[in-house]
């Protein structure tokens, strides 16, 4: 039966790709811009993800929870002097 299910998609398909017609699709000069805008947001996302995935790796090693902690002591002991 899976047999037949799968010929009958492929005929389904394949009869829609030889049926299509062509779009006339137009690409406006605002296109270049949405396109560039697009890449940037993605980049700046992908660099935001890794940082925030990147920090949370580098906190599940040994010593980074730490380093983290050490890191606030001073701080604090920073801010406690002034």
């Known amino acids: 039966m899976t047999r037949e299910i ?3 998609a492929v005929a389904a398909v394949a009869i829609l790709v ?3 017609a062509p779009a006339y699709a137009y ?3 605002g296109m270049g811009s949405l396109a560039l805008q697009a890449l940037v947001g993605a980049v700046a996302g992908g660099l935001f993800t890794a940082r925030l995935w990147w920090g949370r790796i580098v ?3 040994p ?3 730490r380093k983290k902690i ?3 002591d001073k701080s604090n ?3 406690a002097t002034h």
């Open 6 to 8: 799968r010929k009958i």
């Open 18 to 20: 030889a049926t299509t």
């Open 27 to 29: 690409i406006d000069p």
């Open 59 to 61: 906190a599940m090693l």
């Open 63 to 65: 010593g980074g929870e």
């Open 70 to 72: 050490a890191t606030q």
């Open 77 to 79: 002991s920073d801010s």
